[in-house]
T-cell receptor, first 110, second 112 residues
Framework: AQRVTQPEKLLSVFKGAPVELKCNYSYSGSPELFWYVQYSRQRLQLLLRHISRESIKGFTADLNKGETSFHLKKPFAQEEDSAMYYCALSGVDSSYKLIFGSGTRLLVRP | DAGITQSPRHKVTETGTPVTLRCHQTENHRYMYWYRQDPGHGLRLIHYSYGVKDTDKGEVSDGYSVSRSKTEDFLLTLESATSSQTSVYFC???????????FGSGTRLTVV
């Protein structure tokens, strides 16, 4: 079955420290992977798509098919990065539906 | 303007009453989705639509029905609300597999 696992419910770091939010997936086909961010009581916003290999707000994520991972990284965390982060998997069928992980709350302390 | 709006933003209702949430898009996207967001569960798919009058169930569809009579509108109905349906409901639209979703602002529903 297709599944997305985010093992950390909460990640707390100090401002300026590196950040890595973990995401592992299980899917036998060719996955499309995304990271979404949700700031306090706001709508979810697309942060990254693995297919575009872009860097947004200093965040990057690399798809590792061998380890079935798509970890989100940032070298120097900022307080405004505090938010809920969701990893999501698509491509499982023609409906384009996304399967989400349970989310990781990132708290960046001053 | 994100091209997708949800109404109402907040609603409190009593157990056993029917409730309808509305999602409206201006992007002319074929695919629309309803998710619920609960702590520890992330987002779980309730129902989705792949065209006018074409809908299908997601992983947590029990107790919910949907309708899509126009491309721009996707309605979610709780036929008889229960306390377990207290949640934040998000609608989303998709422009295709590579693009991911655009989400609405959410509806916070409380069933008392």
């Amino acid at each position: 079955a297709q599944r997305v696992t985010q093992p950390e419910k909460l990640l707390s770091v100090f401002k300026g420290a590196p950040v890595e939010l973990k995401c592992n997936y299980s899917y036998s086909g060719s996955p499309e992977l995304f990271w979404y961010v949700q700031y306090s009581r706001q709508r979810l916003q697309l942060l990254l798509r693995h297919i575009s290999r872009e860097s947004i707000k200093g965040f990057t994520a690399d798809l590792n098919k061998g380890e079935t991972s798509f970890h989100l990284k940032k070298p120097f965390a900022q307080e405004e990065d505090s938010a809920m982060y969701y990893c999501a998997l698509s491509g499982v069928d023609s409906s384009y539906k996304l399967i989400f992980g349970s989310g990781t709350r990132l708290l960046v302390r001053p | 303007d994100a091209g997708i709006t949800q109404s109402p933003r907040h609603k409190v209702t009593e157990t056993g009453t029917p409730v309808t949430l509305r999602c409206h898009q201006t992007e002319n996207h074929r695919y629309m989705y309803w998710y619920r967001q609960d702590p520890g569960h992330g987002l779980r798919l309730i129902h989705y639509s792949y065209g006018v009058k074409d809908t299908d169930k997601g992983e947590v569809s029990d107790g919910y029905s949907v309708s899509r009579s126009k491309t721009e509108d996707f309605l979610l109905t709780l036929e008889s609300a229960t306390s377990s349906q207290t949640s934040v409901y998000f609608c989303a639209i998709s422009g295709g597999q590579h693009y991911g979703y655009t989400f609405g602002s959410g509806t916070r529903l409380t069933v008392v």
